[in-house]
């Protein structure tokens, strides 16, 4: 089975650019997450989704991050302008939420340079 | 307001040592506990879990036992290898949300 996929893996833009990142969750899983992990902060959960719609945005770092989830099968993150310091990997996770113990299943990051 | 405490890192061993490797958590109630693992440039995976207290989880020679008592959840396995050079990370639900706590996460190395 296919796990979470995020795309790019890479990516690196000098600040001021758009940068847009990707995320399919798992299918038929119903709440989607992203985190960004740093040395400094560790890892921090940004914005959540349950069904399509966003319950917890309360990480989210400033009005420069946006995050969409149009549909069941897809997410966007987008951050405009970009800063040297949203350097980070940027993990998206999902789970099917069928129970309160059910696992999130993490994506391999995209790891974003800021120059 | 509800965490969770991780030992500090990096721990380093040598092959086929014992180790733990020290989690706590607060929290109203008795929320489920996890262990998750990243390996070098990859995401995070479950290792295992627990859902009420005195459970065990247990996976791949690891074993961390949900103590109420304590509010612990302790991640420990008898014999490291090499190949256990990984972060490791205790995490907690939350009540009425699908949201995680993760403590910041304990680098673990291996010698040979």
């Known amino acids: 089975d296919a796990g979470v996929i995020q795309s790019p893996r890479h990516e690196v833009t000098e600040m001021g650019q758009e940068v847009t990142l990707r995320c399919k969750p798992i299918s038929g899983h119903n709440s989607l997450f992203w985190y960004r992990q740093t040395m400094m902060r560790g890892l921090e959960l940004l914005i959540y989704?349950?069904?399509?719609?966003?319950?917890?945005d309360s990480g989210m770092p400033e009005d420069r991050f946006s995050a969409k989830m149009p549909n069941a099968s897809f997410s966007t993150l987008k951050i405009q302008p970009s800063e040297p310091r949203d350097s980070a990997v940027y993990f998206c996770?999902?789970?099917?939420?069928?129970?309160?113990?059910?696992?999130?299943?993490f994506g391999d990051g995209t790891r974003l340079s800021i120059l | 307001g509800d965490s969770v405490t991780q030992m500090e890192g990096p721990v380093t061993l040598s092959e086929e040592a014992f180790l733990t490797i020290n989690c706590t958590y607060t929290a109203t109630g008795y929320p489920s506990l996890f262990w998750y693992v990243q390996y070098p440039g990859e995401g995070l995976q479950l290792l295992l879990k627990a859902t009420k207290a005195d459970d065990k989880g247990s996976n791949k020679g690891f074993e961390a036992t949900y103590r109420k008592e304590t509010t612990s959840f302790h991640l420990e396995k008898g014999s490291v290898q090499v190949s256990d050079s990984a972060v490791y990370f205790c995490a907690r639900g939350t009540s009425g949300t699908y949201k995680y706590i993760f403590g910041t996460g304990t680098r673990l190395k291996v010698l040979a």
């Open positions: 989704f349950n069904n399509n719609v966003p319950i917890d």
């Open positions: 996770a999902s789970t099917d939420g069928k129970t309160s113990v059910s696992p999130q299943h």
